[in-house]
């Protein structure tokens, strides 16, 4: 069964989205710019933690990242602001 690169696919469109280099991105969650980089390209995953991260983040579900809906509607609470 070939296994597509959903999660991604989708960190790559809301990086983009945000017109954020994978190093930007890489810095507000924590990892390189290269470990960005081998999410999307599909060569690498990631933990639970940074998924989460990546979700908060993107203001997306986790389940939208994993592929699991296509509905990217965030469903945590408010962030908290400064």
Request: charged fraction near 35%.
């Given at each position: 069964m070939e296994r597509e690169n959903i999660f991604g696919m989708r960190v790559y469109e809301q990086r983009k989205k945000l017109g954020l280099l994978q190093k930007d991105l890489g810095d507000e969650v924590g990892l390189s710019g290269k470990a960005i980089s081998t999410i999307e390209s599909g060569t690498?995953?990631?933990s639970f933690e940074k998924l989460v991260e990546l979700a908060y983040f993107f203001h997306v579900s986790t389940d939208y990242l994993?592929?699991?809906t296509?509905?990217?509607a965030w469903r945590g609470g408010q962030e908290e602001t400064d």
């Open positions: 690498r995953g990631t994993l592929g699991i296509d509905d990217p």
